[in-house]
């Protein structure tokens, strides 16, 4: 159970600290009503008296009812149940979860000048094991904060993140290239089998190019054997810590996932490692012959003096675990609502080949004439927030809605129960991007109701780059193509693993487009 438990807690990655609780007691719903002291005097309500899940609902939900990869669903039901702030306490487990956006306003804007997630001690343990730096999801505290200061720059700003338009957009012609293949191995040469995987290729590539500045191969015929090497060991690594998260310590003797899991870090590391040595020797010789070092974001971090070369290869790992799934999700997503949703695909090609007309390459100008390609991506992240799971940990004591929470108690907040949610987004499972266009619906909404990229100083810091990748090669792909749904393939529905994927690959049909289609726009 106790296996059960902390994988569900932690199944997103981003989740699981262990608060020191004491005497909790498991009980069914009750009306929050405010306690009173002996003397009479109204207290604090505590962790105790929130309603939530005990050991018997989480048996009933998880495993009964088969809510285990579809915890994203649980957060609807649970918020249905208890109202907007509940309780899990399961064994150890303990958290407190958020449903309402009123609610997680007032905890993220005091979360303090160095906010915690949760620990993720597995991945502090390789690092610790191997004598390696952590990076900005593993670290905490000041030297997280040093960290951020040095990474955000030429990533954070809208206006920094345009120096990587032209590295992007070579690898969405590369994409192109590869999607064209893929259909062509189709029988009817023009379904693209599995969209989410072709797009991980295009998203590892693109940011591996940002970060090592060196192409790597992912969108090759055949893949170079160190890269295949280096992808393997992402999805080994992320398939091991499921089992190294849940299971006991002592099973690290008997089972084989602890030791695969070390081993697919390391080449991860040693990956990254070779290609920052290679820049590194670069630099160093540009730098003897008296020139100023070219180029951009491995470049910067190299020569700012702000860090040290151990602390950029642990940083450069975390970015690319954190950057790949993330976006090639969110873009198979959005291709699979455009392609059940012929209108609003003609409208995104109108307004497309209105500001970048065929064959014309985007630029990030480009983009700023193109809202409703934002809506769509915007609409996409809504109905399905990549990370449907957030937490913080509260570093003092919090007092929210008459509730006393202690330091070091972890909250739990349910993006995906949010951004459904009808009082901010009416029709809330149908995707319609322009909810996003017009000013009297986007003001009536509470600014905490969708934020897929989290919030504050712990926010996303690859945010910038993820939109201008998701936006560059959707410009582009529809550009080209007209996306309908494979008439072979049924409905696609969300399962919550590290991130929300789709529960069944999604191929779409990817038709040529013959002219400028016919018009459509929103009345
Ligand atoms: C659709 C794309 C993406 C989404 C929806 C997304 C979402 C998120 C969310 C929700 C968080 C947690 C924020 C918080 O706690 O407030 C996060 C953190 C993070 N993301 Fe992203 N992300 C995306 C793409 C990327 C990319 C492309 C990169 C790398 C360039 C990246 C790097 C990171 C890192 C390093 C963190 C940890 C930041 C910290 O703890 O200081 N993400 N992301």
Avoid at 27 to 55: H, I, M, N, W, Y
Avoid at 107 to 119: A, F, L, S, T
Avoid at 441 to 455: E, N, V, W
Wanted: glycine share 6%; proline share 6%; aromatic share 10%.
């Amino acid at each position: 159970m106790r296996v059960l438990s902390r994988g569900v807690l932690r199944w997103a990655g981003w989740s699981s600290s262990q608060p020191k609780w004491t005497g909790i007691c498991f009980q069914r719903r009750r009306e929050a009503t405010v306690a009173s002291t002996a003397a009479g005097a109204p207290r604090l309500k505590t962790f105790q008296d929130l309603p939530g899940v005990g050991f018997w609902s989480f048996v009933y939900w998880f495993l009964l009812r088969g809510y285990i990869l579809h915890m994203h669903e649980l957060q609807v039901i649970y918020k249905k149940l208890y109202g907007p702030m509940w309780k899990f306490a399961v064994g150890r487990e303990k958290s407190v979860s958020i449903a309402s956006p009123e609610i997680l306003e007032k905890m993220m804007r005091q979360e303090g000048k160095y906010p915690m997630r949760c620990d993720m001690t597995e991945w502090k343990e390789h690092r610790h094991l191997r004598g390696l730096a952590y990076g900005p999801l593993t670290e905490e505290g000041e030297r997280w904060y040093h960290l951020r200061q040095v990474l955000n720059k030429r990533m954070l700003k809208p206006s920094e993140a345009v120096l990587y338009a032209d590295a992007i957009n070579e690898v969405v012609s590369d994409l192109l290239v590869h999607l064209e293949n893929e259909r062509e191995k189709s029988p009817c040469g023009v379904v693209v089998q599995n969209v989410a995987n072709q797009l991980y290729r295009f998203a590892l590539e693109g940011i591996s190019y940002i970060l090592f500045e060196t192409r790597i191969g992912c969108l090759q015929k055949q893949i170079p054997a160190k890269t295949q090497d280096f992808i393997n060991s992402i999805g080994l690594m992320f398939k091991n810590f499921v089992f190294v998260n849940a299971l006991p310590k002592w099973t690290r003797e008997v089972l084989p996932f602890w030791n695969s899991y070390l081993e697919s870090w390391d080449t991860i590391f040693a990956f990254g490692q070779k290609l920052i040595d290679k820049r590194m020797e670069e630099i160093t010789a540009q730098l003897e012959k008296g020139e100023k070092p070219k180029g951009e974001y491995l470049t910067y971090l190299l020569s700012s003096g702000k860090v040290t070369i151990k602390e950029v290869s642990g940083s450069v790992a975390e970015l690319l675990m954190a950057g790949v799934d993330t976006t090639s999700n969110t873009l198979a997503w959005t291709l699979y609502h455009l392609a059940k949703d012929p209108e609003i695909q003609g409208a995104l090609f109108q307004e497309v080949v209105r500001v970048v007309p065929k064959e014309q390459i985007p630029t990030t100008e480009d983009l700023g004439r193109m809202p409703l390609l934002k809506a769509v991506i915007k609409e996409t992240l809504r109905l399905y927030p990549v990370v449907p799971i957030n937490s913080r940990v509260a570093v003092k004591d919090v007092v929210i809605e008459g509730y006393h929470f202690p330091k070091g108690t972890l909250f739990s907040f349910c993006h995906f129960a949010l951004s459904r949610n009808e009082a901010n987004f009416p029709e809330p499972n149908k995707f319609v991007p322009q909810r996003w266009l017009r000013e009297e619906h986007t003001s009536a909404r509470h600014p905490f109701s969708s934020i897929p990229f989290g919030y504050g100083v712990r926010g996303c810091v690859g945010r910038r780059i993820a939109e201008l990748e998701m936006h560059l090669a959707l410009t582009r792909i529809i550009q080209k193509y007209e996306i309908r749904p494979d008439p072979q393939g049924g409905d696609v529905k969300p399962l919550a693993r590290v991130v929300l994927v789709a529960d069944r690959p999604i191929n779409l049909q990817f038709l040529d487009r013959q002219t400028d289609d016919s018009s459509h726009a929103f009345g």
